[in-house]
């Protein structure tokens, strides 16, 4: 526990003092009157907007099991979910909420190989989802503000997210290769651990190979017989992507701005690229200046610190305590997470 207490601390203390450091540097004569007319009802709905997303993420979960012949309950798919969150948001590149997530999928008799299948999956439609949007929203961007600097951060962060995302495909579709990749780490890892014998090794991969084999026949099955389920986790994908990136623009109706809803929806699909540079404990600092540097672009500078904290405190603290809480006092799931952390 004093492991994750400590990845905790530190995504909230990086957090909070790139906050603090925008919000000073955005800091004007007309802040104060910004924070005075902010419409409260509008914040709250924004909270409840965000709450919406665990929702329909659970249903697209739940709807790639289904696929597979795996009947996950609505509550059970909503836990697992917004546990994940969690450990999202204390690694980087929120990478740690796949392990977790897969864990708690095996945890329900799902073999591990078809769990995998899901949450890859699910890391897939949005890979592909945001990548399609990307291109689109750079032009949008491009048309109010050219700067080079910024175009080439997107350009390595978009080439990073095409690699990762070249590599999970060739892994669905040439299996083999992929195996002797996995072996041969499996094999180092084994030897770094101590353990060297033939028989335990022999163990380790034979387990592997069957892991492997499951998540490549879930795949196949998601591609074919549970192409049903497949069409509706699409779907999921795209309704969650719209209603969290709608938030942002709940938050600044509630600040008294008026801004392009699809400079809005841009901005955050170039964050969402950004953000998968593996920099600090979810993202913490780079996604506070990072939405700073994007969203002055159509946000005034009197509010527009106060814009990133109140969209922070969403897709960052909200996420935070609620995986915290559903993980530790409903799943009770900690010794996972202190391994996955050690």
Known sequence: MNKVKKWIFVSLLISLVSSVIVFLFTFDSGTIDALMEIKPEYILA???????TYVIWGLRTRSLCKALGYDLGYLKSFEIVTSGTLAASITPSSLGGEPLRIHLLHGQNIPL?????????ERLLDGILILTMAPFSVYALR??????????????????????LFLTLYAIWKPEPTKKVVYFFVQRLAQLLGRKTDDALEKIMTRVDSELEYFHDSISVLLNE???????????????????????????????????????????????????????????GIAEFAGTTVFSLFISSSVLGIAVIAWRAFTFYMNLFVGGFVSFKILKDTEFIKKFLN
């Open 113 to 121: 190989g078809k769990a995998t299948a899901v949450v890859i999956g």
């Open 226 to 284: 549970g192409r049903r389920g497949l069409v509706f986790g699409i779907f999921h994908t795209v309704i969650f992507w719209f209603v969290d990136f709608f938030m942002l623009y709940v938050i600044l109706v509630g600040l008294n701005q008026h801004p392009d809803p699809i400079l809005v929806f841009a901005s955050q699909v170039i964050i969402i690229v950004l953000l998968v540079i593996p920099a600090t404990p979810g993202a913490s």
């Open 46 to 52: 924004a909270a409840c907007i965000h709450a919406i």
């Open 143 to 164: 048309s109010i503000q050219k700067d080079s600097v910024f175009d080439a951060i997107f350009i390595f962060a978009e080439a990073g997210l095409i690699f990762i």
